[in-house]
């Protein structure tokens, strides 16, 4: 059957990795990607998009955005919140964007967790 690791791999199929804060090695503050698509998220998922990278940051070629981060995009690139989903997605390719660890409270785990925001 495999390591439980294994299993949650293969049940993910073709699901491209996300990346998550606690992905970034303890002396790593921030990361540089470089947007290759923004798409909606699946209605499972509390994030409302997923950002796909060029090339993979630190193994993962995806990154859940919610919508504080949303907001942020918003407000960076000077977009409004009344465009168009897939204008945005369409302006957004291409585009470099810098991603700070900070650490939040997870009401889930009741503790600190390193997370992902705009910078």
């Known amino acids: 059957m495999g390591t439980l690791k294994e299993q949650f791999t293969k049940k993910a199929g073709d699901a491209t990795p996300l990346l998550h804060g606690s992905d970034l090695p303890a002396k790593i503050s921030s990361v540089n990607v470089k947007v290759k698509d923004l798409r909606e998220a699946p209605d499972n998922f509390a994030s409302i998009a997923i950002m796909d990278f060029e090339g993979e940051v630190y193994g993962k070629g995806a990154w859940a955005v919610n919508k504080t981060n949303m907001r ?3 407000e960076k690139f000077n977009f ?8 945005i997605a369409a302006k957004l390719r291409g585009k ?13 785990q009741k503790k600190m967790v390193p997370s992902l925001f705009i910078s």
């Open 72 to 74: 942020a995009i918003v």
């Open 80 to 87: 409004d919140m009344d465009d168009d989903f897939s204008d």
């Open 96 to 108: 470099k964007l810098t991603l700070s660890k900070v650490m939040v409270n997870d009401p889930k």
